[in-house]
């Protein structure tokens, strides 16, 4: 609903009055965009959707997938898959849940206005066996269409048709009635929505899963608060239950406070530095005719110029996680073996660039969020009198997101020689960092590879993969994957950061590494 | 009259012409909304899909025509990031900000008047030396700053007042408002003082230099020697001369306050325009950029019409030029 009256609004309060205990308020940057859950793919309306709606499979606490909607699959065919749905599920307005569902799902996650449709890219198509029974047909083997599924989301086909919203909005053009209205299966419901204000949940007391439920509260209210200091404000004066994230430089504040405390987790998120490995001539030595990046051994001169350890220390105040990979430990594919860093060794680096054919260095602008990710800017500007040290001349070109991603990305034709990026694999699976930032060609590549890096051998594992549905032989190439881009040194990994939450005491939540609360992992003390 | 009224008319919607251009001349240089609008997962293939889609993909003087076109025929677009028409997202945001400006300009004049005359007429007083220098404060100390000063100690230390939001909000037809219920109120109340604060100390310091300066002319000294009493000779004889630069300044602050109060519900997350704006500007919500500094061109506009307007009244020599010309 879109406003209520104040005085229901008042009454409402007042008959909640006594369970106040069990009311869990909390608050991040910005608010969901939509309640759609196939009109957006941002962030923070990513970490709603699972409170409001479900897909046939789910994430556990641990990322692992697990029956949601289905309650059983198995392969047909390498490319058949065919799923038991469960039944006795219905949406919230109290309609039962069947095969019809899924199949307008699937068309609408897939349409052209859809920006949720590649996570169902890999489906060629679905079919209904009967009312709780369908098959998806894939386009080829697919080893990760499971974790895929945790985002394929199941809306109402009869609630769609009945509102006119059969297709979603990508934001743009038009709004429709499912921008700030649901009808999901999900654990929660939403009783009040007011955009970029609050937004207010209570248990759906139908949800199927309820005898096994792990939550403990009777409400929830979603409030975005985008200035860090109000935020945490909030959160110390007692408005507030969770807030996140928490700043690292905010964290002792929070941690000092009687009451309260700070949770913390690595990320499924690395942050790294990219080249430009592609032009012929460095954006920043025009006239030159050269790109030093396109030389490895510069590559890793830069790479070994970086104190990381000073970083960590310093700017991040220990709360991040130094790596040598690209992709995050939790991850489908993580292998801890190649997680050690080249050193950190100036000597070696000026020794590396001199062979190179630099021994003085060269001048490089180092583009750089500042609102982005953690302490984004500072990482840069410590970053500087690092690459001076061994001859380097960077110059930081600090600028808000919007703008950054603007400047690096195709759009601009990756108008950059050197920039700082922070990427997830939001599956939890490899690929997901894999394909738009190591590889250059096949379906879906490049989208995030800012310096271009490929590799022949590369782009052919990664084509494996796509297709290889043993465990054992899939985790295997990804090593491979990982070993050649380390040797490659396609990038210059920094850290993981860390998921930073400050919590009131009497709250148990467990952080999703992607940076989520799932209400339905939420208890609280009565 | 009617003609210097037309006159002023048309120079208002010259002024619109170019915030216009000027709006999304600006608003086309914060990046690209596309990267916000799609996620991570989207192909190389499916931004530019997107690109085209907004229309972005053409140059820019197509891009203004369009925009220009829609806005005459009175449609402000669909914001990128909501998804919901900019018109109906200003609307919703309006009732929040007319009241915390309001309360704030009730604020401004309130105190600032009545402090201003008494800071002029009891120049030497340690009252007055204690205002003045508060005042100055109040100029000098960024909105933010004091913003959070205010929440640290009302609503972390005290625990008195809430730190952010605008409370329980009642429904009158379209308008929403917080005056009615408790913790709209108490939620209105730090949001709005930090707002009055720089208002208030220019108003205060304007008022007190106007009336000192009436104070010491011929008119004043005359009717000194007439052996009027004080009062009469403040209030009747040079509060009334004082206050036609007041009315200005007081008239182009309420337009200050309602178009530029972006720190403040920033600071409070005051659901108001200003924080809509700051929304837009970082997600480059271009639709809704530029459909709110137009707006606000258009506030100012109407404001400088009622200031000369009420000049005309107040004024019987700007009658007769205004007349003449």
Not at chain 1, 492 to 503: K, T
Not at chain 2, 267 to 273: A, D, L, R
Request: net charge positive; proline share 6%; glycine share 8%.
């Amino acid at each position: 609903m879109d406003r209520l009256p104040g005085v229901v609004l008042l009454g409402a309060m007042l008959a909640v009055g006594p369970l106040k205990a069990q009311t869990f308020r909390y608050a991040s940057t910005g608010d969901l965009l939509t309640l759609d859950p196939h009109s957006a793919d941002e962030a923070l309306s990513n970490s709603f959707k699972n409170n409001i709606h479900e897909g046939l499979v789910r994430f556990d606490e641990k990322l692992e997938p697990e029956p949601a909607l289905a309650v059983s699959w198995k392969n047909v065919d390498p490319v058949t898959w065919r799923f038991l749905l469960r039944k006795g599920v219905t949406f919230h307005d109290g309609t039962p849940f069947t095969a019809d569902d899924v199949v307008f799902s699937f068309q609408r996650q897939r349409s052209k206005n859809s920006v949720m449709a590649s996570h169902v890219a890999t489906i060629k198509s679905v079919k209904k066996i009967d009312d709780y029974t369908i098959e998806y047909v894939t386009v080829g083997p697919d080893p990760i269409l499971l974790r895929n599924l945790t985002e394929h989301f199941i809306v109402s086909k009869k609630w769609c048709e009945q509102h006119a919203t059969t297709e979603p909005v990508a934001g743009l053009k038009e709004e429709t009635y499912a921008t700030r209205h649901e009808n999901g299966t999900g654990p929660f419901q939403v009783v009040e929505r007011l955009p970029d204000t609050r937004t207010v949940l209570v248990p759906y007391p139908k949800w199927w899963d309820l005898p096994n439920k792990k939550y403990a509260i009777t409400r929830a209210e979603f409030r975005p608060i985008a200035n860090a200091a109000t935020r945490l404000a909030a959160l110390i004066s007692g408005e507030l239950d969770l807030a996140y994230p928490v700043a690292p430089q905010d964290v002792a504040r929070v941690e000092g406070q009687k009451g309260f405390r700070v949770i913390k987790k690595p990320e499924l998120r690395v942050v790294y530095l990219g080249f430009d490995q592609w032009r012929d001539e460095s954006l920043d030595m025009p006239g030159s005719k050269k790109n030093p990046f396109k030389d490895v051994r510069v590559r890793r001169a830069l790479y070994q110029a970086i104190d990381v350890e000073a970083i960590h220390a310093k700017v991040m105040r220990g709360m991040a996680a130094p790596t040598g990979l690209t992709i995050p430990e939790g991850t489908e594919g993580y292998d801890a073996k190649l997680r050690q860093r080249y050193p950190y060794d100036p000597a070696a680096s000026r020794k590396l660039l001199a062979e190179a054919g630099y021994p003085d260095g060269f001048p490089v602008t180092l583009d750089c969020p500042n609102d982005r990710y953690i302490n984004d800017e500072a990482i840069c500007q410590s970053l500087v009198p690092m690459f001076a040290r061994v001859g380097i001349k960077a110059t930081l070109n600090a600028q808000t997101k919007s703008k950054h991603f603007d400047k690096i990305l195709r759009k601009s034709n990756n108008n950059t020689s050197l920039f700082l990026l922070g990427f997830s694999p939001e599956t939890a699976d490899a690929m997901a960092t894999f394909v738009p930032t190591m590889t250059m060609k096949g379906e879906g590549a490049g989208a995030w590879n800012a310096g271009r890096y490929t590799n022949p051998k590369v782009e052919e594992l990664v084509e494996q993969i796509r297709v290889e549905m043993n465990q054992e032989k899939r985790r295997a190439l990804m090593s491979e994957v990982l070993r050649i881009h380390k040797e490659d040194v396609g990038h210059a990994p920094l850290h993981e950061q860390l998921i930073i939450w400050g919590v009131r005491d009497g709250v148990e939540v467990t952080p999703d590494a992607r940076d989520r609360v799932q209400l339905r992992f939420v208890k609280m003390r009565k | 009259m009617i003609a210097g009224l037309l006159t002023r008319l048309l120079q208002g919607l010259g002024v619109m012409l170019v915030v216009g251009l000027l709006a999304f001349a600006v608003s086309t240089k914060l990046g690209d909304p596309v990267n916000n609008m799609l996620g991570q997962n989207a192909t190389i293939e499916e931004r530019e899909a997107m690109r085209r889609e907004l229309g972005l993909d053409q140059p820019f003087v197509v891009q203004y025509g369009k925009y220009l076109s829609r806005v005459v025929r009175g449609q402000l677009g669909v914001s990128y990031r909501l998804g919901v028409p900019v018109g109906e997202l200003l609307a919703e945001r309006l009732p929040a900000s007319v009241e915390l400006s309001g309360m704030a300009m009730l604020l401004t004049l309130v105190l600032g008047v009545p402090l201003g005359i008494y800071t002029a007429i009891r120049r030497g007083s340690l009252l007055s030396k204690v205002i003045l220098g508060a005042s100055l404060a109040g100029l000098s100390v960024p909105t933010f700053l004091t913003g959070l000063l205010l929440i640290f100690l009302f609503a972390v230390q005290l625990q008195w007042l809430p730190s952010s939001g605008r409370g329980e909000v009642v429904s009158i037809g379209p308008w929403t408002t917080g005056l009615l219920t408790a913790s709209g109120l108490r939620s209105l109340l730090l949001p709005s003082i930090t707002l009055a604060l720089f208002s208030l100390a220019l108003l205060l310091r304007l008022v007190r230099g106007e009336l000192l300066d009436v104070l010491h002319s011929d008119h004043v000294r005359f009717a000194r020697a007439r052996g009027l009493p004080d009062r009469s000779i403040h209030f009747r004889h040079g509060l009334r001369n004082a206050l036609l630069p007041v009315v200005t300044v007081a008239a182009l602050q309420l337009g200050n306050l309602l178009a530029f109060s972006v720190v403040t519900e920033t600071v409070f997350q005051w659901p108001g325009m200003g924080l809509l704006f700051l929304q837009a500007v970082q997600f480059v919500d271009v639709p809704v950029i530029s459909s709110y500094l137009l707006l606000a061109a258009v506030a100012f506009v109407l404001i400088n019409l009622v200031v000369d307007v009420s000049y005309l009244v107040l004024d019987p020599r700007v009658r007769s030029t205004v007349g003449r010309s």
